[in-house]
């Protein structure tokens, strides 16, 4: 038997200390958050998405009556990129949610479906995609592989 340790490195700081692009990247998600439709949860996240064409595409969060068919800000902004940019790699993806009308100001992590879908984006690109989690107090969590996000992760994809 042997016991093994995975590890990974992260950065957080403030966001007035982020660079200007992440910054502005930052600022789109916060913007398209407003446009959250969350009657149920009253839980608005936006997502924005910088990739290697210059493009910034951004999504977040639908719910539905019949609440599966809802779908997350990561993933409305992740298959409008793919399905519109296919050829284009993902650089980075900004993430801010919050309560609607009572915010905590705590950082939003990808939810298991959306790791597993950046996932498998990263994978077949070949490239990390960098994960900022921003809080609306302005803290930033710089995770830089979706991979660190899904240890031991399912990555068998078909040819
Ligand atoms: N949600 C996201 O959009 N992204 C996440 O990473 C976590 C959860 C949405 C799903 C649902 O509309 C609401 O937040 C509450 O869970």
Not at 89 to 98: L, Q, T, V
């Amino acid at each position: 038997m042997s016991e093994k340790d995975y590890q990974f490195s992260y950065k957080t700081y403030l966001l007035s200390e982020a660079n200007e692009k992440d910054k502005a990247l930052i600022e789109s998600a916060f913007q398209c958050r407003t446009n959250a439709y969350v009657p149920y949860s009253h839980f608005g996240v936006g997502a924005a998405i910088l990739l290697d064409n210059g493009q910034i595409v951004l999504g977040n969060n639908q719910e539905n009556a019949a609440y599966p068919s809802g779908l997350c800000a990561e993933r409305t902004a992740l298959f409008y990129a793919k399905a519109n940019y296919p050829e284009a790699k993902i650089i980075k993806i900004a993430i801010s949610g919050d309560h609607m009308e009572h915010p905590k100001g705590e950082i939003t992590t990808p939810c298991g479906n959306c790791r597993q879908a950046l996932l498998e984006y990263e994978c077949t690109q070949g490239s990390p995609i960098t994960v900022l989690c921003v809080s609306s107090k302005g803290k930033v969590l710089e995770i830089p592989s979706v991979k660190n996000l899904l240890p031991f992760c399912f990555d068998f994809f078909y040819d």
